[in-house]
C-alpha cells in the first residue's frame, strides 16, 4: 500500500531485488573479487557471517556476474542433506539419474565433470548453502571429492556458505581438521558500518523509484541502532517504517516513527510479529 503513496515503481526493501540492483558494500565488493578468482581457480571456499548479514545477497550476485557460457553452477541448500543425496542433487541438476550406491555416484559425478571440462570446457561450480547445519559426514564428502588426481588439480570448484557457527562451532575444532585444511579461501561478511547502512538505504530507495529522501538523518541514526548494521533488518525496519508512514499520511519518516515501528512491531531478537 505504501508503494502507491510514495510513488515509487518497485518496492524497495524485499527479496526479490534483481542483484544488478542490490547495494554493494565495500566489503561486498571484495568478497565478489575473490569468489571470482576462486572460480576462475577451482578453489575450495568457505563463506560466513550472522544471520542476515548478505550471504545469499552475495552468492546472487556472484552467480549473475559470471559468464553462463563458461561455467555450470550447482546449488544445494538442504539442512539435511546426506551424503548419498548431496551426490544425487548435484548429478540430478546435470540431467544424469543418479546411481543408487553412493560410491557409484562419486564416480559418475567425477567422470560427468571431465566431460563438462574436457570436451564442452565448462567449470563446474557447487554452491552449498546452509552449511553449518549438515553433520560432518556430509561435509567430509568435500574433501573425499577433492580428492582428485592425486591431489595434482581439483575437479570443480566448491563454495560452502554458512553462519559464522560453521567457523566457530564446526571447521575450527579439531575434528573437523582434514577438512579444514583443504580450504583456500575464507570470506567473513561483516555487518554494515553506519556510512553503509545509509548508503544501503540509498540504493534500495533508487531502485524503488521516486523520492530518495524519505528517512531523515535522525531516522538512519535510529534505523542503524536497531539493526545492528544487519542488512535483513534494515530491510524489515525500512518496510514497517513505511507501512506506518503510509498509514499516517506522512511524507517523512522521522527518528519518532523508526523508533514507535521499532518498540512495537518488531520483538527484542529481530523477529517480526
Not at 544487519?230 to 503510509?246: G, Q, T
Request: glycine share 6%.
Amino acid at each position: 500500500m505504501y508503494k502507491d503513496f510514495f510513488e515509487m515503481e518497485h518496492l524497495p526493501f524485499v527479496r526479490n531485488v534483481p542483484p544488478e540492483s542490490l547495494y554493494e558494500s565495500p566489503c561486498i565488493e571484495e568478497a565478489l573479487g575473490r569468489l571470482h578468482y576462486g572460480a576462475d581457480h577451482k578453489m575450495f571456499i568457505v563463506v560466513t557471517g550472522d544471520s542476515g548479514c548478505g550471504k545469499s545477497t552475495l552468492i546472487r550476485k556472484f552467480v549473475d556476474l559470471l559468464p553462463k557460457e563458461d561455467y555450470i553452477f550447482l546449488y544445494l541448500s538442504d539442512s539435511k542433506l546426506t551424503p548419498r543425496w548431496f551426490y544425487s542433487g548435484l548429478l540430478m541438476q546435470l540431467g544424469l539419474e543418479p546411481r543408487f550406491y553412493r560410491g557409484d555416484a562419486k564416480r559418475q559425478l567425477q567422470k560427468e565433470i571431465e566431460i563438462l571440462q574436457g570436451v564442452h570446457h565448462k567449470k563446474v561450480i557447487c554452491i552449498l548453502d546452509e552449511a553449518h547445519l549438515l553433520e560432518k559426514e556430509t561435509l567430509e564428502e568435500f574433501r573425499f571429492l577433492l580428492n582428485y588426481h592425486y591431489d595434482s588439480e581439483s575437479p570443480m570448484g566448491v563454495v560452502l556458505v554458512g553462519q559464522t557457527e560453521l567457523w566457530n562451532q564446526k571447521l575450527r575444532l579439531q575434528r573437523y581438521a582434514a577438512i579444514r585444511q583443504r580450504i583456500d579461501m575464507s570470506i567473513v561478511l561483516p555487518h554494515l558500518d553506519r556510512a553503509e547502512a545509509a548508503r544501503y538505504i540509498a540504493s534500495h530507495l533508487a531502485y524503488a523509484g521516486g523520492r530518495q529522501d524519505l528517512f531523515t538523518d535522525r531516522a538512519i541514526d535510529e534505523i542503524f541502532k536497531n539493526s545492528s548494521g544487519i542488512p535483513r533488518m534494515i530491510n524489515r525496519i525500512c518496510e514497517k517504517a513505511l507501512m506506518y508512514a503510509a498509514q499516517q499520511k506522512k511524507r517523512l519518516i522521522d527518528d519518532q516513527m523508526v523508533h514507535y515501528v521499532t518498540e512495537h512491531e518488531l520483538l527484542k531478537g529481530g523477529e517480526a510479529l
